[in-house]
């Protein structure tokens, strides 16, 4: 018996659409996620090949389909081209948490596009998902993260060292959190 695939919500804000993301936009993800400006506080490779953008449009399917989180591609409004992403990782639903991330090709940085997508996307967590607590794990040196997380309410917890380790180095992280109660 084949297992049905569960619907992808789409959400929509004033400028924006974040839907699902296929191997259709993996052109348009490649546009950005070959930046090493986009990637630099990642954890990822810059990609290099269409076969980069097919793998991580992979895994944004199988972490849907296993229910450990959920990407949105994010659109504006009227036009269907990918210039970013963000969405939940690392969802632990025993616990009711998610992880956060997000980002956004460099032609929109500050537009408010990755701030507005953010709330989005927390107000769905907290909203439908039964999320309790979201968190957001930032490298020190990504002051522009860190500022988006704290205008939407995120409060630093501490300093996770030696954290991950990606592109051949352990990185320190710090982690925030937002609680639902805090939330609104």
Not at 34 to 44: F, M
Not at 45 to 66: C, Q
Not at 71 to 89: A, H, M, P, V, Y
Request: a negative charge; proline letters at 2%; glycine letters at 8%.
């Amino acid at each position: 018996m084949k297992q049905k695939k569960s619907v992808f919500p789409v959400l929509e804000t004033k400028r924006l659409k974040l839907r699902e993301v296929t191997h259709e936009d993996a052109a348009d993800m490649l546009n950005y996620m070959s930046d090493p400006e986009v990637v630099r506080h990642i954890g990822l490779e810059r990609f290099k090949s269409l076969e980069d953008a097919k793998s991580e449009i992979d895994w944004y399917e199988t972490i849907h389909k296993e229910g450990s989180g959920m990407r949105w591609g994010i659109t504006l409004k009227g036009e269907d081209q990918l210039i970013g992403s963000c969405g939940f990782l690392n969802r632990a639903k025993k616990h009711f948490r998610a992880e956060i991330g997000t980002e956004l090709s460099r032609e929109y940085w500050g537009t408010g596009i990755a701030s507005e997508a953010f709330q989005a996307v927390i107000s769905t967590g907290f909203n439908h998902m039964q999320l309790e607590r979201i968190e957001a794990l930032i490298e020190p040196l990504n002051i522009a993260s860190q500022r988006l997380a704290e205008k939407h309410g995120f409060v630093k917890e501490g300093l996770l060292r030696k954290y991950e380790y990606t592109q051949g180095k352990f990185d320190d992280l710090y982690m925030y959190s937002l609680l639902k109660e805090e939330w609104g």
